[in-house]
């Protein structure tokens, strides 16, 4: 019986150091190049909510995410939305074509070796893109993967 709790024990410290960063905490720093080589904070919006989006060219679901989010930035980023749009493509030519032909005009950063796994996807235990987070002004968390509608309540919360 001590054996069974000792590994039930383990099996949760180990689950919760492999969690995403939970609604609620303070969003971990992330520090990548835009399409020209300028390095972009995370912590750089902090006063405005941010929408942070994983995704890649090459997954459909990602690029049918990122046309459904054209008009909802247009009615929000005037009043304080930002998406941190951040690439795990290998491929930077792609990206930057995915990027012309979803027309989107937000920020957008690209980690070339994140596709493998690396510290970012890690840190943000990326299990499938597209991932959401949502971040209040504050830069804390205050949702995961919202669908659209939630996303709606949130912002004219937040905003």
Known sequence: MKQFFLVLTF???FASAQAQPGV?????????PDAKGEIIKLSSLKG?????????????????SNRRMVPLYKQYSGKGLEV??????????????????????WLQVIDLKAERGNELTQTWNLQYIPSTFLIDKEGKIVAVAPEKDELENWLKRLL
């Open 11 to 13: 099996f949760f410290v």
């Open 48 to 64: 405005k909510v941010v929408l942070l989006d994983f995704w890649a060219s090459w997954c459909a679901p990602c690029r049918q």
């Open 24 to 32: 609620g905490s303070k969003a971990p720093e992330i520090s990548l």
């Open 84 to 105: 941190y749009a951040v690439s795990i493509d290998a491929n930077k030519s792609a990206w930057e074509r995915a990027v012309q032909q979803d027309k989107m005009n």
